[in-house]
């Protein structure tokens, strides 16, 4: 019996979660557009944008992002934003201690919320800002361990690790069963 058609094309909601200015919108543009831009504006409503992938045993992965201006931090409409995601992107920025404690809060809540199967990615970024840090990488280390997430620290501005936060992301995605 042939497998599905779909069985090495997945498709997946992918939602981004974490405080405002952490980086998440520009993530997001260095990832479909390849761009960053310094000036860019705040997110005004939510915006969708969508980006495939092919993994090295060739399945691809087409992400929905959702990336939206902050409502969801009132959290009567955080379930609307993250029902239905496959994968939860938690960003903190790596020179400020208060964007790490607002990521322990969102893993609790998508623990208690999100889907039991959702793939969870912990992120630290502004890596580029090395010598602000204050964020500890073995702290970020330390809570994805202890939640079974994926940690990378990534810098939207350089672009390092971006495509390696997604292809990470992608491996670990459940696979239909056949
Ligand atoms: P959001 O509110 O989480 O969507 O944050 P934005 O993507 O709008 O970024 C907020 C600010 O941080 C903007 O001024 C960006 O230029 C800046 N920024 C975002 N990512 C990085 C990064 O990796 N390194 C540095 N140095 N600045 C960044
Ligand atoms: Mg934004």
Redesign the pocket.
């Known amino acids: 019996n042939a497998a599905p058609a779909d069985a090495k094309n997945l498709r997946v909601k992918l939602v981004?979660l974490?405080?405002?200015?952490?980086?998440?919108?520009?993530?997001?543009?260095q990832f479909v557009r390849g761009q960053?831009?310094?000036?860019?504006?705040?997110?005004v409503g939510a915006s969708f944008l969508s980006q495939t992938i092919t993994l090295q045993d060739s399945t691809t992965v087409k992400f929905e992002i959702w990336?939206t201006?902050?409502q969801e931090r009132y959290s009567a409409l955080a379930p609307l934003y993250y029902r239905g995601a496959g994968v939860a992107v938690i960003?903190y920025?790596i020179t400020s201690p208060e964007s790490f404690k607002k990521a322990q809060y969102w893993v609790k809540e998508l623990q208690k919320h999100g889907s039991p199967d959702i793939v969870m990615a912990l992120v630290g970024?502004?890596?580029?800002?090395h010598e602000k840090r204050e964020v500890p990488s073995e702290d970020g280390m330390e809570l994805a361990e202890k939640n079974g997430m994926f940690f990378i620290e990534?810098?939207?501005?350089?672009a390092?690790n971006i495509n390696e936060l997604f292809q990470e992301i992608g491996k670990r995605l459940p696979r239909p069963s056949q």
């Open positions: 981004l974490g405080d405002s200015g952490v980086g998440k919108s520009c993530i997001v543009l960053f831009d310094a000036t860019s504006k705040v997110t990336d201006a902050g960003v920025d970024n502004k890596a580029d800002l990534t810098s939207a501005k350089t390092d």
